[in-house]
């Protein structure tokens, strides 16, 4: 079963912050969150694994409540780069990973 | 790096035709992924293999069947294409629970 990802889309102006949830229904071991761009294949940013651990990469972290199953993505002081898909893909118990819809994210000068 | 490859970018098939869209990883992983991904419903899994000639159902597997005779290797079939097979198919490859690595995808036209 896919997770939810809100909000659908998001429109920032460089150096403004933004913040991605995805939720699921089941049980998680883990969630990896991935960053499309536009004709492109998405790219892997980083991977949680239940504990609750917050994760960085550059102005990019991300937070997993396991009780909660939910993740939340953080873009601080945001850069025209950050434009994108961004994707929660959540892990339970085997080797799949279920993917949400996506959050388009749109960051101007 | 790490490197997945589709032996498409590009596919124009008319329906009822029979589609191979083949998917080749260089770094060894036992694990494989065909997603189909639609405008506002993300990537959703339709076939996956955790080893050679093993296979698992996705969420969306009707329609379609899979292939892994190599390991480096994951095939996806489309048995008789119709118009709703229209999309982007993008294959995966992963070391047991680490990061998945995606190939660039092939856009499928079903005519």
């Known amino acids: 079963q896919q997770p939810v990802q809100s909000p659908q889309a998001v429109i920032l102006r460089e150096g403004e912050d933004a913040v991605i949830n995805c939720s699921s229904s089941?049980?998680?071991?883990?969630v990896h969150w991935y960053r499309q761009k536009h004709g492109e294949a998405p790219v892997f940013l980083m991977i949680l694994l239940k504990g609750g651990e917050q994760k960085g990469h550059d102005k990019i972290s991300a937070s997993f409540n396991e009780k909660k199953q939910q993740s939340s993505l953080y873009l601080t002081a945001s850069q025209l780069s950050y434009s994108g898909t961004y994707f929660c893909g959540t892990g339970s118990n085997d080797y799949k990973l279920s993917f949400g819809a996506g959050t388009t994210v749109t960051v101007r000068a | 790096d790490v490197k997945v490859t589709q032996s498409s970018r590009y596919l124009v098939k008319r329906t009822g035709e029979k589609v191979f869209l083949e998917c080749v990883q260089d770094m060894d992983h036992e694990n494989m992924f065909w997603y189909r991904q639609d405008p506002g419903l993300g990537l959703r899994l339709i076939y996956f293999s955790y080893d050679v000639k093993m296979k698992e159902k996705g969420d969306i597997p009707e329609g379609y069947s899979v292939s892994r005779e190599k390991k480096e290797r994951f095939s996806l079939i489309l048995e008789s294409a119709s118009t709703n097979q229209t999309s982007m198919y993008l294959c995966a490859s992963r070391f047991d629970r680490g990061e998945q690595y995606f190939g660039p995808g092939t856009r499928l036209t079903v005519t």
């Open positions: 089941k049980a998680l071991y883990s």
